[in-house]
């Protein structure tokens, strides 16, 4: 998973900000900065032609004499942004965000997504893993990772949606990640958890859904198979998506081997998609993603 993003340095900040395309808005953004003593270090925009709305991503250090700290840059660039009508966040780029993986009975993205974590190669420090089986504690143990069973049937899924939110609040979670969580979330967690959410879907989507979706691939004949991360949404399967994986499939392949295939592409579409969004490099646009990539 190759970067050719700059590297972040320990004072660089990003600035996310979406609103209503008009003229002069990058050049507010980057005068704003330059007035401040910034100098940019990575700067993507995007404008919607069919929405009509703008997507911006700067990174940025504070450098020299007129050096000035994140909480003062917010509230200085109030002023802007009510101008604009943006909606927008200035977070430090070093920042780890605190993340809490869900997991069932398969362990290949959680083993993927503790491994990355573990050398640095995702932004993110895993806090605790949460399964509805006890089958993966000792993974999440080898890595000294805080591993909490919480089982759920229809009779106790409210609780236990109910502790998972404890442990979010408790534990200051910024990202929930679905690793093969074999439950369907509530309508009311799902809302609970809008924007911070990421899930792993094994397959592209729309595709083959229920279960054994190898199977039924593999019985189809098909020549790719893929994987998609997407935003947790109370639509299943339906929110934006943020990443997808594709691997071609050759007629000689067993069904183990085409499983195979499909679970590294899981792996690698929801690595893929933590990190941008540990990068602040996902912006939400209604039901689809701008993805600024490295």
């Not at 993603?289 to 490295?294: E, G, L, P, R, S």
Request: proline residues 4%.
């Amino acid at each position: 998973m190759p970067s050719t993003a700059p590297a972040a340095a320990s004072g660089d900040l990003i600035l996310t900000l979406s609103c209503p395309d008009r003229p002069g808005i990058v050049y507010a953004v980057s005068g704003f900065l330059a007035e401040r003593g910034c100098t940019i270090v990575e700067s993507q925009q995007f404008h919607d032609r069919e929405s009509g709305a703008f997507f911006m991503r700067v990174q940025f250090a504070s450098i020299g004499e007129r050096a000035i700290g994140p909480d003062d840059l917010r509230r200085e660039f109030g002023t802007i942004a009510d101008r604009f009508t943006m909606s927008w966040r200035l977070v430090p780029a070093t920042h780890k965000q605190r993340v809490l993986i869900m997991v069932s009975r398969f362990g290949h993205c959680l083993n993927d997504l503790l491994y990355r974590a573990g050398t640095g190669a995702l932004n993110i420090d895993v806090v605790a893993v949460v399964s509805n089986h006890p089958d993966l504690g000792a993974m999440a143990d080898s890595y000294n990772v805080p591993f909490h069973h919480i089982p759920v049937t229809s009779q106790t899924k409210p609780a236990a949606e109910a502790q998972l939110l404890d442990l979010v609040s408790e534990l200051q979670v910024d990202l929930v990640v679905l690793a093969r969580y074999m439950q369907i979330l509530s309508t009311d967690l799902c809302k609970q958890l809008e924007g911070r959410a990421i899930n792993i879907h094994h397959s592209m989507l729309p595709s083959f859904k229920g279960a054994q979706p190898y199977r039924r691939a593999y019985d189809r004949g098909v020549k790719l198979v893929g994987a998609t991360a997407h935003y947790v949404t109370a639509d299943l399967d339906e929110g934006p998506i943020i990443d997808q994986a594709v691997a071609r499939v050759d007629h000689a392949m067993t069904v183990e081997e085409v499983t195979a295939l499909g679970r590294d592409n899981e792996c690698l579409a929801l690595a893929r998609a933590v990190r941008s969004h540990a990068e602040n490099r996902v912006l939400l646009n209604g039901h689809r993603t701008v993805v600024f990539n490295h």
